[in-house]
């Protein structure tokens, strides 16, 4: 049972535009969201977290919001860019779980010129 | 940008032979981990340590084993590769591995088992 999923594969928009990536989980115990970026060849960056106790976390261009009660979250990317173009993976974990985290299967996101 | 290294970066290995990967960290964090990420999927947690010669199983830990003798180095080593261990496998680190510590990333080795 996938307990973190991105149900679009996909998602493309264009330069200007605000870019709407969304996330649900199952285990409620999850208490800790993260959303990562990733270019091809390289490793994961860290990008943006929420803590469960907030809703909303903004970070300049980027804001992560939480909906406890659906088990949903999603980042909002205002204005898009090309240079963010990318796969863009949702983590949550449990606070004190030794940092495991579970990912998501990522959402590859084109910001079209 | 943390320092983590992966060696090597890319291996091309056959079926049945031992391979061993290796993480090098100079950040002293305390947690290490070793995922697996494969088309349509995403980081698959592998196994993890949280310090030296304490490490446990992940998700995907059936075919690996690891270990950590120091602080800065995490191995893990596939016993007998299957075509199935092709992958592209991260390190990653973490300090205090709770709450909202992120994970910083090392670049990555891709694995091909013939």
């Known amino acids: 049972d996938q307990q973190v999923k991105q149900n679009s594969p996909s998602l493309s928009v264009q330069e200007g535009r605000i870019s709407i990536l969304n996330c649900d989980y199952t285990?409620?115990?999850?208490?800790?969201f993260l959303w990562y970026k990733k270019y091809p060849a390289e490793g994961p960056t860290f990008l943006i977290s929420i803590s469960s106790i907030k809703d909303k976390n903004e970070d300049g261009r980027f804001t992560v919001f939480l909906n406890k009660s659906a088990k949903h979250l999603s980042l909002h990317i205002v204005p898009s860019q090309p240079g963010d173009s990318a796969v863009y993976f949702c983590?949550?974990?449990?606070?004190?779980?030794?940092?495991?985290?579970?990912f998501g299967d990522g959402t590859t996101l084109t910001v079209k010129p | 940008d943390a320092g983590i290294t992966q060696s090597p970066r890319h291996k091309v290995t056959e079926t049945g032979t031992p391979v061993t990967l290796r993480c090098h960290q100079t950040?002293?964090?305390?947690?290490m981990y070793w995922y697996r990420q494969d088309p349509g999927h995403g980081l698959r947690l592998i196994h993890y340590?949280?310090?030296?010669?304490?490490?446990d199983k992940g998700e995907v830990s059936d075919g690996y084993s690891v270990s950590r003798s120091k602080t800065e180095d995490f191995l893990l080593t596939l016993e007998s590769a299957t075509s199935s261990q092709t992958s592209v496998y991260f390190c990653?680190?973490?300090?205090?591995?709770?709450?909202?510590?992120?994970?910083?990333f090392g670049p990555g080795t891709r694995l091909t088992v013939l």
């Open positions: 285990n409620s115990m999850f208490d800790y």
């Open positions: 983590a949550a974990k449990r606070g004190t779980n030794a940092g495991k985290s579970t």
């Open positions: 990653a680190i973490s300090d205090q591995g709770r709450g909202t510590d992120t994970q910083y």
């Open positions: 950040e002293n964090h305390r947690y």
């Open positions: 340590s949280y310090g030296v010669k304490d490490t």
